[in-house]
């Protein structure tokens, strides 16, 4: 049976407090020593294996001098850590959730995105990234910040061991012009480079097959060696982990439902090298 594993939102909070203390370049035992705690409880709640009560957060971020939304976010955080789910809404900067997601990415042995309008996250090139990002209103100042983090995401595909990934499309993640015509032609073509990996499994479900089980939303599930596995949501306002086995079970059921009507790996190469072919010729 998978090991217990710390709440996606604990998690998050003890990542959040890790990055203020190295913010304010405050070595782990000078903080310990300040709050007359041990070190390794300090490590502790960094690594997310200790339990953190608001008013230890509190007094963590008045040590780092910490104030303001992200005072208020983290405490609040913790008011809720082992919550049955780590919903976050849209904030300036990069939220939380995505570098938690790339954490977990590293840690995961099997990927499942389903995608309906865009390319698969770890699949897409700069160029498409940047264009989603102007079209999504992403403030100018945040587009590079973020394009980076996505981009830094791409690298476990580059490991020895690299997760096996499935990327799930709909056709009109395919057809829609992120960028205009020369963006998605590259796009595209970089989808086929990587589909040639034996790691990556690339299935689409063509406009034909009418409707199907994720048609309501995207999603990622992710399976891990020693753990249960997780499943990251998002939209242009919120983005939430879910890890209760009950909802967990739904993705996979819907997992399993859209391998049954997705082509296979080749026929969905062929399929994505004619839409790649239509891009080309303009």
Do not use: C
């Not at 919550?83 to 990415?105: H, K, N, S």
């Not at 264009?131 to 983090?149: H, K, N, T």
């Not at 589909?195 to 690339?202: G, N, T, V």
């Amino acid at each position: 049976m998978p090991k217990p594993r710390p709440r996606p939102q604990a998690r998050g909070l003890a990542a959040g407090l890790r990055e203020m203390r190295n913010e304010a370049k405050l070595p782990m035992q000078w903080v310990a020593d300040q709050l007359g705690w041990s070190q390794s409880t300090v490590s502790r709640i960094e690594a997310g294996k200790r339990v953190v009560t608001p008013e230890e957060v509190a007094a963590l971020l008045a040590t780092y001098r910490v104030t303001g939304e992200m005072r208020d976010r983290l405490i609040a955080m913790a008011r809720d850590a082992e919550g049955p789910a780590w919903l976050e809404t849209r904030q300036a900067g990069i939220p939380v959730q995505a570098r938690m997601l790339a954490q977990y990415e590293t840690e995961a042995i099997r990927l499942v995105s389903v995608d309906l309008l865009v390319v698969a996250g770890l699949l897409q090139t700069r160029a498409y990234i940047s264009a989603l990002m102007r079209a999504g209103g992403i403030a100018p100042a945040e587009i590079e910040p973020r394009v980076s983090l996505r981009m830094q995401r791409q690298r476990i595909l580059d490991v020895a061991a690299p997760p096996q990934l499935t990327a799930i499309l709909d056709e009109a993640a395919l057809r829609r012009p992120q960028g205009g015509p020369r963006v998605m032609a590259e796009q595209l073509e970089h989808l086929l480079v990587m589909a040639r990996r034996p790691h990556i499994e690339l299935r689409v479900i063509p406009f034909d097959h009418g409707g199907h089980a994720a048609i309501a939303g995207s999603y990622m599930l992710l399976e891990f060696a020693t753990a249960g596995p997780l499943v990251h949501l998002g939209n242009r306002s919120a983005t939430v982990f879910l890890d209760e086995p009950e909802d967990v079970a739904i993705y996979l059921d819907t997992t399993a439902h859209l391998r049954a009507v997705a082509l296979e790996h080749e026929p969905s190469v062929r399929f994505v090298a004619a839409v790649a072919d239509e891009y080309r010729r303009g």
